[in-house]
């Protein structure tokens, strides 16, 4: 006690300190005693932040109207509103819009309905149909009859697809990159049956039967691309072609179509910890099959083979991801017969090479390399940045270099409302010459 009490005295008895002034910050000073003044890093980083000052401002400008939107709907909820208005209650049974647009081709529009209870509790049936209400025309449908994630699962699918200005530019990188580019048309339907055998649950074997048939035909004049039959024209007269007929050498199978049978398997091993939006994981599938064609009038007979690497990598908290793929594909022919056009390896579009018009690439074998990393914009809307580097070539990858194949750069956003609709905007540049290229989707099946 005596010392407690001495303790306060003397605490009592001392000299109030004067009040320090406020650190001056235009100086470096600070509460903490310490002096924040400039560092060398700071000097180190300068060039570099110089140099990224207008990309990043750009940068910035670009997601500005993004950010706009998404705070907008946050506030209104206007899409989920949409959404609840054309789904039941339990979420089963419902409508969704399907659009889709590539640079260079014509535009649709229309709708998608789907059931998961018709049939039983988790089953589906999925139709839709879309338009641009004149000469293109798409309609598919999904029936599975049995229950999702079963150690077997059945899906018998099909469809029909009409449209005028499908992209043909040859045979080999080196014809299309120096020939022009025709449009033909195409009325083509494939039904196929699918039985899924699952073994554990990454481990999935993929075996599928179908029947397809195609058609060809003169197609319309797109930009600088003419029909098809003005460009492959089998007897040219003084530069013009008098006959306006398609050169069957150049363009095999194009008269008489294709009619075919195929079957084939897949093993598909895949450790991702979301189909739709993985995180961390990877996923290797390989698959081959077998293709006879029907009629005297189709004696083409070839197998394919395809195979596929992708790598997800967490980069931070599951909110930045690197996604790594590598892909190829291959026809192999079976005896004489030429393996119509239509069946050929195709590169270019939304779906792989993305700075690339749509299906301008065309051959007996590709190889496709990408990387994208991808980060949360809103709780269901992420962005990516993407590098596709990809080529065809020849029968049995003849003349495969990979100096020989085409870089492009791109950035893209991606929508998820709910598992059954998605919406994709992409804009992608090809280096040699290819340049910009956009797609917009909105599908019910995962991008």
């Known amino acids: 006690m005596m010392v407690l009490a001495l303790s306060i005295g003397a605490r009592a008895g001392a000299t109030p300190q004067e009040p320090r002034p406020p650190p001056d910050v235009t100086r470096g000073e600070s509460y903490d005693g310490r002096v924040h003044g400039r560092l060398a890093l700071d000097d ?49 049974v419902g409508v969704r819009p399907v659009f889709d647009f590539v640079t260079g081709y014509r535009a649709t529009v229309g709708a998608s309905v789907f059931n998961r209870r018709l049939l039983g509790e988790d089953t589906n049936l999925q139709f839709s149909l879309s338009s641009n209400f004149s000469n293109v025309w798409f309609t598919d449908f999904a029936l599975r009859p049995t229950h999702a994630n079963r150690a077997i699962e059945y899906t018998a699918a099909g469809f029909y697809n009409r449209r005028d200005d499908y992209l043909y530019t040859g045979i080999g990188m080196a014809t299309a990159r120096t020939h022009l580019g025709g449009r ?19 481990v999935t074997l993929l075996l599928d039967g179908m029947f397809g048939v195609r058609r060809f035909g003169d197609g319309v004049k797109v930009g600088d691309d003419l029909p098809i039959e003005q460009v492959f024209c089998a007897h040219l007269v003084d530069g013009r072609c008098v006959s306006r007929a398609v050169d069957a050498s150049q363009v095999p199978g194009f008269y008489t179509g294709t009619q075919f049978l195929r079957g ?21 599938q390989a698959g081959a099959d077998y293709s006879h064609g029907l009629g005297a009038e189709d004696p083409s007979s070839y197998f394919r083979i395809h195979a596929v690497l992708v790598t997800v990598l967490d980069l931070w908290r599951r909110n930045r991801i690197l996604v790594l793929r590598a892909s190829t594909d291959a026809v192999y022919p079976m005896g004489g017969a030429d393996v119509p056009f239509s069946e050929l390896e195709t590169l270019g579009g939304p779906a ?10 065309r051959d007996y074998s590709r190889v496709m390399f990408t990387a994208e990393y991808r980060w949360p914009i ?58 910009w290229h956009l797609s917009l989707s909105a599908t019910t099946d995962p991008l």
């Open 44 to 92: 180190a980083l300068l060039v570099p932040r110089l140099v990224l000052a207008l990309p990043r401002e750009l940068w910035r400008l670009v997601f500005w109207p993004i950010g706009k939107v998404a705070r907008w709907q946050e506030k209104t909820h206007i899409l989920q509103r949409t959404v609840d208005a054309i789904t039941s209650a339990d979420g089963q």
């Open 264 to 284: 084939g398997a897949t093993l598909r091993i895949d450790t991702r910890d979301s189909v739709h939006r993985p995180t961390s994981g990877a996923m290797f």
């Open 352 to 361: 792989d090479l993305r700075g690339v018009r749509l299906g301008k690439y």
């Open 184 to 202: 033909y048309s195409i009325d083509e339907a494939e039904l196929h049956n699918h039985v899924d055998f699952v073994l554990n649950r990454h």
């Open 378 to 435: 809103w709780m269901w809307m992420e962005a990516a940045l993407f590098v596709d580097y990809g080529g065809v070539f020849g029968r049995s990858y003849q003349g495969f270099g990979i100096d020989r194949m085409i870089p492009a750069v791109g950035i893209g956003i991606r929508l998820r409302t709910s598992s059954q609709f998605y919406v994709r905007v992409q804009v992608g540049y090809g280096f040699l010459g290819e340049g």
